[in-house]
């Protein structure tokens, strides 16, 4: 069965540091992955997607992250936090096996202190 | 270009009262989904329809609940009759082509259930 784990409920970070949020998956075919925030009382926006291709994917807002085929994993990247990215960030899986359902992680919350 | 447009934004009702969400797509999305985010968790899908027709509803309690998505544009999810086990964060997304592999789905600002 797919699945997606986000290791952190929670992770601080210092506004100009670099931040990672992480995410592994499990499939049974190739994954299609995707990152998306939620700011309170929004929907999920889109960030960026890993569909093929170059394993470093660059996303909106200066967020990237690299897809790792070996490790399964999809983390998410910032060279230099700012304050306002303190939100929600979901990671989620799709492949052919589980007929293109988007199965989603249960969140990491992201605090970035000034 | 405007988004996935969803009302109301909150609802507080009493279990086993009946309930329902709007959702109006982004204009030409094929595809209209369904999620329920209950607190702490990420969003699941409910129900999938691309143009009028169900894709996928292998999650959707049928006992209570139930969607439409006449016409192809506008949806309606309906809980009849709620639990408290109901109270979440309904999300409607939509999609331009089939819901395959590489498609993006754009989300609205959800609804808020509280079931007392």
């Known amino acids: 069965a797919q699945s997606v784990a986000q290791p952190e409920d929670q992770v601080n970070v210092a506004e100009g540091n670099p931040l990672t949020v992480k995410c592994t998956y499990s499939?049974?075919?190739?994954?299609?992955l995707f990152w998306y925030v939620q700011y309170p009382n929004r929907g999920l926006q889109f960030l960026l997607k890993?569909?093929?291709?170059?394993?470093l994917v660059k996303g909106s807002y200066g967020f990237e992250a690299e897809f790792n085929k070996s490790q399964t994993s999809f983390h998410l990247k910032k060279p230099s936090a700012l304050v306002s990215d303190s939100a929600l960030y979901f990671c989620?899986?799709?492949?052919?096996?589980?007929?293109?359902?988007?199965?989603f992680g249960a969140g990491t919350r992201l605090f970035v202190k000034a | 270009e405007a988004g996935v447009a969803q009302s109301p934004r909150y609802k507080i009702i009493e279990k086993r009262q009946s309930v329902a969400f709007w959702c109006n797509p982004i204009?030409?999305?094929?595809?209209l989904y369904w999620y329920q985010q209950i607190l702490g968790q990420g969003p699941k899908l409910l129900i999938q329809?691309?143009?009028?027709?169900?894709?996928?509803d292998s999650q959707l309690p049928k006992d209570r609940f139930s969607a439409e998505r006449l016409k192809g544009v506008d949806s309606t999810l309906k809980i009849q009759p709620a639990k408290l086990e109901d109270s979440a964060v309904y999300l409607c997304?939509?999609?331009?082509?089939?819901?395959?592999?590489?498609?993006?789905?754009?989300f609205g600002p959800g609804t808020r259930l509280t079931v007392l």
């Open positions: 989620a899986v799709r492949d052919e096996g589980g007929g293109f359902k988007t199965i």
């Open positions: 997304a939509s999609s331009l082509a089939g819901g395959g592999a590489a498609d993006t789905q754009y």
């Open positions: 204009s030409g999305h094929a595809t």
């Open positions: 499939v049974s075919g190739n994954p299609y």
């Open positions: 329809f691309q143009n009028n027709g169900v894709v996928d």
């Open positions: 890993y569909i093929t291709g170059d394993n």
